[in-house]
């Protein structure tokens, strides 16, 4: 009767260890998961507050027909900017404004925008300020006209302007 207690003991206690370590091992991998999410989350968050731009100055180009909008704006981020068709610009009356997509052949009344950055080596460094000049497809005239530029997974900048005397 005492050895077959003791091998049920011995069994039970193999059991125990092995369901322990089952455990044990499931909380590790939760928890890791859990800090891998933290950490993703962190450097998507990190990199947003890392592509920033800022609107200087933006008037309205009244020389030609169709009007363009002539923007400056600063990379006051900590990240230079290379591909920008990841940027979007919205231009036109104040609550009104129109979505552009960048394209380097962006032309009159072409609803498109071209980005020629300071020194003109296609990075737009930190720093550096850029012009943009966003062709919308239709004539402009307001009283107020607004630009706004949303670059992907960064910091939006806006700016409201009245049209040149």
Request: glycine share 8%; hydrophobic share 40%; aromatic share 10%.
């Amino acid at each position: 009767m005492g050895f077959s207690t003791t091998i049920t003991e011995v069994v039970l206690l193999i059991a125990s260890v092995i369901l322990a370590s089952g455990v044990s091992a499931q909380a590790m991998y939760a928890g890791l998961s859990l800090q891998s999410s933290i950490i993703q989350t962190v450097d998507i968050s990190k990199r947003n507050l890392n592509t920033r731009i800022e609107i200087g100055y933006a008037t309205v180009n009244d020389t030609v027909t169709p009007r363009y909008f002539i923007i400056y704006a600063k990379n006051v981020g900590f990240m230079p900017m290379t591909d920008f068709s990841l940027i979007d610009v919205y231009v036109g009356e104040y609550r009104r404004a129109v979505l552009c997509r960048y394209s380097e052949n962006a032309s009159l009344g072409s609803g498109k925008f071209n980005l020629t950055d300071a020194d003109g080596d296609g990075v737009w460094e930190i720093g550096e300020t850029a012009i943009i000049e966003a062709y919308p497809e239709m004539d402009i005239e307001a009283s107020v006209y607004e630009a706004k530029i949303v670059p992907f997974r960064g910091v939006p900048s806006s700016y409201m302007f009245p049209p040149p005397p």
